[in-house]
């Protein structure tokens, strides 16, 4: 049987209220007998109803977060940047993940409505061009939108320096002797990769390479794409540097290559953006683009305590990234 403030009230042989107030860290009741309450309830293994203080206040101490993968690098860290602000501050975190699907994301934002969340963070799911959800959120809570987020609504995005980044990956490419460019990534309709398609181009285009040696192919982000791509590539034209979108994806295309015999980074070099685990353990490492997870999750996390005070905030941050330099480039 589930324990009620009652059951602890009558073996203290107070009121209801009493325990109540004192649960509720109430000074109308003494110190005395707040800790009393406390201990009792922690030992009758008393578990407070949520959804209904939450009714009762009008008012919640939980935010909601989905994400698209938890176990994803970047992601589980974001995760934690956001965790040690909101604790700090009294909130607790729900997770919830889309596993890049639109509908998943859909219900998995109704469900976070429906446990009466005090806010939703959320980075949405590859499939998503239909913001409607979203919009009935911003309508009615403090929306925060990281890393993949839809500039038309409302609501602080946190955001990588994503063109930077892609444009510092390709440039290094250049640096490094490289002459004929391939870019693996995902459509336009999520705008992180727009973002790192662009600053890919715009590096190439201020190192006046030519058109006819740059070729960028989309919906290219899954470790089997990386390696299904290069694999076909290797068959119809040359090329010797391939800068993608992702770490998973790149990781795919260093397997393709290593299976076909050919000698990274010599022949061909590649950079990743992520910096997963084993980005830095894999034969050869691979240079990638470090997102800097912990920090952008601390900085949504204090955008949406500040929404929480002022619901009409709306600004964009953009997190610095930086490019680790490993063996998968000269």
């Known amino acids: 049987m589930k324990v009620t403030i009652v059951d602890i009230a009558r073996k203290l042989k107070v009121t209801p209220s009493t325990v109540s107030r004192a649960l509720a860290n109430n000074e109308r009741v003494s110190l005395k007998t707040r800790e009393l309450v406390k201990k009792t309830a922690r030992e009758m293994g008393y578990q407070p109803n949520v959804i209904a203080s939450s009714l009762r206040k009008g008012t919640s101490d939980t935010i909601g977060m989905v994400v698209p993968r938890i176990n994803r690098h970047f992601f589980s860290h974001v995760i934690c940047g956001v965790e040690e602000v909101l604790n700090t501050a009294g909130y607790n975190l729900t997770i919830l993940q889309s596993s890049e699907k639109y509908e998943s994301e859909v219900k998995a934002v109704d469900t976070l409505l429906k446990s009466r969340v005090a806010g939703v963070i959320i980075s949405h799911s590859l499939e998503t061009t239909n913001f409607d959800h979203l919009k009935h959120v911003s309508d009615v809570l403090p929306l925060v939108q990281f890393d993949r987020v839809n500039v038309s609504l409302p609501g602080p995005k946190i ?23 391939v870019h693996l990534t995902g459509n336009d309709n999520t705008h992180i990769y727009k973002e790192r398609k662009q600053g890919f181009i715009d590096a190439l285009n201020e190192a006046k390479v030519a058109a006819s040696d740059i070729e960028v192919i989309e919906s290219a982000l ?99 990234v930086s490019l680790k330099k490993r063996q998968s480039t000269r």
Do not use: W
């Open 222 to 320: 899954t470790r089997e794409a990386g390696y299904n791509t290069i694999k076909d590539l290797l068959q119809k034209q040359h090329f010797d540097a391939v800068f993608c979108a992702g770490d998973y994806v790149a990781l795919g295309a260093i397997e393709a290559l290593k299976e076909a015999q050919i000698k990274i980074p010599d022949k061909v070099g590649v950079v990743g953006f992520a910096d997963e685990p084993f980005a830095e353990l894999m034969a050869p490492s691979m240079s990638t683009v470090d997102q800097r997870g912990e920090e952008m999750g601390r900085i949504t996390a204090n955008a949406m305590l500040n929404s929480i005070k002022d619901k009409s905030l709306s600004v964009t941050e953009q997190v610095p």
């Open 159 to 181: 955001v990588n320096d994503n063109y930077n980044g892609a444009f510092m990956a390709t440039e290094y490419l250049v640096e490094c002797g490289y002459q004929k460019f």
